[in-house]
């Protein structure tokens, strides 16, 4: 089946994979998001405890989201995992460090005896929270502005700055797309509170965090989108491969493929209809509507930074050395193979809709937390 596909249909076809994964990671950032309000939303030590095991039934899922997609962006895209991770590698391993102590305060909050205490790991998860969601999202931001690196005839990556990454901090438009997931994840975060805790309490400051997060986000999201459309972008020659500006590239973009425009939309006003739903009705299904609106929105903001001819590692230092899904893919034989093993994708989302639906099937209150086996 996947034999019969072109290199190039096989290149596009992966990079709506690797576009998908980056959506649910995401989406799964509610997870970072709802760690920086635990002592907002929580005032007491029983509240605190609520939110952090409610969290902590799905903080796997983000991490191994976040594994996956660089995982499958290095089989399938290797040449850009080999120039960013290893050029860009201080940004990179500022976000492993975050996601590690992560890993580790849900396993060591509740131990007796732990070494540095609960309130030690709950810092640690805000910590995660906040540096995770940010630096994520301003990472991904060099999709659309570039970063300082140049390769050459053998791919030789050289990174042009001692920053090694960190200086993507230094382009607001960066900067603006971080923000925006943070105060995403924020947003997301207390959907999920209100959905998965029994406390009226709780519900009432979620509803406030909503609406306080909100705005910021919606304030960075639109700076971010509409300064996208607007600005110059990183195309290239299809037949030459030679890189080249061109003025209101991704604007083009989206007129080229108006499905993408269609999604993207449906995309923004699901957001947007989940939190007006939890703000104006007090629903507590605004997660639903705002998870897939996130997903889609992420996922067509990910696609239109790679197709249409489009570079989506665009290099500002050298621009011929700039990646496309064209130069950067991996061979016709191993884009085949894999292809085979993404025909699992769906038995796994499925496995992982039931895993959720599981562990979610009444909301978390006080009585179910002293008689579970395993508190976070």
Not at 37 to 43: D, E, H, P, Q
Not at 80 to 87: D, I, L, M, R, V
């Amino acid at each position: 089946m996947f034999e019969s596909l072109s290199y190039l249909a096989l290149q596009q076809y992966w990079w709506i994979i690797i576009s998908l994964l980056g959506a649910l990671l995401v989406f799964l950032t509610f997870v970072q998001g709802g760690q920086t309000l635990i002592y907002i939303i929580g005032k007491t030590e029983t509240e605190r405890s609520m939110l952090v095991n409610t969290l902590g039934r799905k903080w796997e899922f983000t991490f191994t989201t976040l594994v996956t997609f660089g995982g499958a962006f290095f089989a399938s895209f290797p040449l850009f995992y080999a120039t960013s991770f290893g050029g860009a590698y201080w940004v990179w391993l500022a976000i492993l460090i975050f996601f590690v102590i992560q890993a580790v305060s849900y396993e060591f909050r509740k131990k007796s005896n732990n070494l540095l205490g609960a309130k030690t790991y709950e810092w640690f998860l805000i910590l995660n929270g906040l540096f995770g969601t940010i630096l994520v999202g301003t990472a991904v931001g060099t999709f659309f502005n570039g970063a300082m690196f140049s390769l050459d005839e053998l791919n030789h990556v050289t990174w042009e700055t001692p920053f090694r990454g960190l200086e993507a901090v230094l382009t607001f438009h960066n900067v603006a797309l971080g923000l925006s997931v943070f105060f995403l994840a924020r947003v997301l975060g207390s959907l999920y509170f209100i959905n998965s805790v029994d406390s009226d309490v709780i519900a009432d400051r979620s509803r406030k965090q909503v609406l306080y997060n909100a705005i910021p986000f919606l304030v960075f999201f639109l700076y971010f989108l509409i300064a996208l459309l607007l600005k110059k972008g990183f195309a290239y020659n299809p037949d030459t491969g030679e890189i080249f500006m061109e003025n209101y590239k991704y604007l083009h973009n989206l007129l080229a493929m108006p499905l993408v425009a269609v999604i993207l939309l449906i995309g923004v006003v699901g957001v947007l209809w989940g939190i007006a739903a939890t703000l104006l009705k007090k629903s507590g299904k605004g997660i639903w509507f705002a998870g897939a609106g996130t997903v889609f929105t992420v996922w067509m903001l990910f696609l239109i930074a790679g197709f249409n001819h489009t570079a989506f590692y665009p290099s500002i230092y050298d621009l011929q050395s700039s990646l496309t899904i064209e130069n950067a893919s991996s061979s016709h034989f191993t884009l085949t193979a894999m292809s085979y093993v993404s025909l699992a994708v769906p038995f796994v989302l499925a496995y992982i809709w039931y895993a959720w639906k599981s562990m979610n099937k009444t909301k978390i209150n006080e009585a179910e937390l002293g008689s579970e086996d395993h508190s976070y």
